[in-house]
């Protein structure tokens, strides 16, 4: 099964194995990049120019794989845990997630996509389960479903972005001192137009927010100092061929920038929760592997920082260039979250 990471800016694809030993392989990668306002605030503006990018993006990674797993930005999905008895049958379950659906889903069922799943016994009501519901617009999904038939593909998961970037992360997470248990890891995913965090600890997510900063200041910023067109700004940004005066006159400006904006989201946490801290922040996305950034963040905000790489630890197949993938990794979070979901579905 294939991961795919639809973005308003790109489109990601990963394809995983595993080995006879268990650990994960990178079978195939590739990305596209979109133009700006093929896709807004989560709605496909241009259907046929981005369904020929994902075309473009499975041609260019070589996959074979038909199956697909895909994923809505969190701001279209409704999510809820709620607490039922335990012991009812699946008919039984059904019925009382619809019922309880309705209260918190402002649109008929019947114009929504409805999905569940047990979390297991309620600490604090015995006899009782927690169940996870979340919902979304047919027309979202539907949407989804339709870009990836357009490219002779079967949806079979429509997944949450930020529980499939959860689930990437959690390998990395893992790594950390004790296995990361206790600690308070802040997972900031840098787009184009926004950046998302997530605060986590153990199982349990701490905190959400999105900040509207992201990478396409920085190709604004490049346009305006050196006269380069859009798309030429956003090459010279990728390839690192950028005028000698780059890294003073604008690089710099920008990281400082990005470490205030980090810096602000984290307060927002702190004066929402009862939590005073994080331990550990994990950047990823295609600004998280700036010259600086990371050395700038635990610097001024206390706190270890590092770019995450979701391919860390896997095995590289012969089909990807793995210098090319060490510096596009971070983009590929959300993407290998999704490949990831084949060995556990």
């Known amino acids: 099964m294939l991961g795919l990471d639809i973005s308003s800016s790109s489109v990601k694809l990963v394809e995983l194995s595993q080995s006879k030993e268990g650990r994960y392989v990178l079978e195939r990668c590739a990305i596209e990049t979109l133009e700006r306002g093929w896709i807004a605030d989560g709605s496909i503006e241009n259907f046929d120019e981005v369904a020929a990018a994902v075309r473009r993006v499975l041609k260019k990674s070589g996959a074979k794989a038909k199956n697909v797993a895909l994923a809505l930005p969190p701001s279209t999905v409704i999510t809820k845990k709620i607490v039922l008895p335990s012991g009812l049958t699946d008919t039984e379950l059904e019925l009382q997630v619809e019922a309880e659906a309705s209260q918190y889903i402002p649109f008929p069922l019947e114009e929504v996509s409805l999905d569940f799943c047990e979390l297991g016994a309620d600490p604090n009501s015995a006899g009782d389960i927690n169940v996870l519901i979340a919902a979304s617009r047919k027309e979202k999904v539907q949407d989804l479903q339709g870009l990836a038939e357009s490219a002779g593909l079967k949806p079979v998961i429509v997944d949450v972005e930020s529980y499939a970037a959860r689930l990437a992360a959690r390998r990395l997470i893992d790594d950390l001192p ?103 922040i994990f950047l990823a996305g295609g600004s998280a592997s700036l010259s600086g950034l990371t050395q700038a963040v635990t610097q001024q905000l206390s706190a270890s920082c590092e770019v995450i790489d979701p391919f860390k630890g896997m095995e590289i197949s012969t089909h990807v260039r793995a210098n090319k993938i060490s510096r596009e990794a971070p983009s590929y979070l959300t993407a290998c979250g999704l490949a990831m979901r084949r060995f556990l579905a």
């Open 178 to 280: 004790n296995r990361g248990q206790g600690l308070i890891v802040a997972l900031f995913e840098m787009g184009a137009l926004t950046t998302s965090m997530q605060v986590m600890r153990d199982e349990d997510v701490l905190y959400e927010r999105d900040q509207a900063f992201g990478g396409a200041q920085l190709t604004q910023l490049i346009v305006r100092q050196y006269g380069f067109s859009i798309d030429e700004a956003e090459n010279k940004k990728r390839s690192g061929e950028l005028p000698e005066d780059f890294d003073g006159i604008v690089l710099k400006p920008f990281v400082d920038n990005t470490v205030q904006e980090i810096g602000r989201a984290l307060q927002f946490f702190f004066t929402s929760t009862p939590h005073h801290r994080v331990d550990h």
